[in-house]
């Protein structure tokens, strides 16, 4: 069965640097497209950051523009996203999502249990 | 702000039918597919719905979704007290070149 394995999240300093992995299995990784989804306490969902299948295509949410980084190793079946310059605003509960539909038709079928990042000093 | 509009809560008694709407633009509905998801306290969002009218395998023909022009809407009908969820629409924006959600809608089964 499709599993989705969100690790890395934890409490870090305003200005510093984490990095999230996403260990997937069940399913072929390296023809899907991969996204990124976060949810801040007690707010709705907001979309971060997609991959093509193969890393060839990235696209972030403006709110992260320059700060985060989404990469995939299909030879690991895993997700990252690299987060720097982190702001409290970016306290959230991380999703990593399977994208069946592919970069212009974002839909999500499968999604892991979330990664609770909280940034406070 | 969030780039598509949802009413914030709903509410209709069991067995009954409700419908959740989402206004979007040109640049995200009306040119895009949009996806609904569902999503139970302290859960992961669940795909409800895609291609604007698809059910995955496994979600009941109770949930049907429609689109025209910049708007999509939601429909369940035979509510249940398990349906009581927030529930979120979304797609792609060309302008923005990037995902968005709708703000979400809490549904109260009463």
């Known amino acids: 069965q499709v599993q989705l394995v969100e690790s890395g999240g934890g409490v870090v300093q305003p200005g510093r640097s984490l990095r999230l992995s996403c260990a997937a299995s069940?399913?072929?990784?390296?023809?899907?497209?991969m996204d990124w989804v976060r949810q801040a306490p007690g707010k709705g969902l907001e979309w971060v950051a997609f991959?093509?299948?193969?890393?060839?295509?990235?696209y972030y949410a403006d709110s992260v523009k320059g700060r985060f980084t989404i990469s995939r190793d299909n030879s690991k079946n895993t997700l990252y996203l690299q987060m720097n310059s982190l702001r409290a605003e970016d306290t959230a509960v991380y999703y990593c999502a399977r994208n069946r539909g592919g970069g212009n038709n974002p839909n999500f079928d499968y999604w892991g249990q979330g990664t609770l990042v909280t940034v406070s000093s | 702000q969030s780039v598509l509009t949802q009413p914030p809560s709903v509410s209709a008694a069991p067995g009954q039918k409700v419908t959740i709407s989402c206004s979007g633009s040109s640049s995200n509905i009306e040119n895009n597919y949009v996806a609904w998801y569902q999503q139970l306290p302290g859960t992961a969002p669940k795909l409800l719905i895609y291609?604007?009218?698809k059910r995955p395998s496994g979600i009941p023909d109770r949930f049907s979704g429609s689109k025209s022009g910049a708007s999509a809407t939601l429909g369940i009908a035979g509510l249940q007290t398990g349906d009581e969820a927030d529930y979120y629409c979304g797609t792609w924006d060309s302008s923005l070149s990037a995902g968005v959600f709708g703000g979400g809608t809490k549904l109260t089964v009463l």
């Open positions: 069940g399913f072929t990784f390296s023809i899907y497209a």
């Open positions: 991959i093509s299948f193969d890393g060839s295509n990235k």
């Open positions: 291609d604007n009218n």
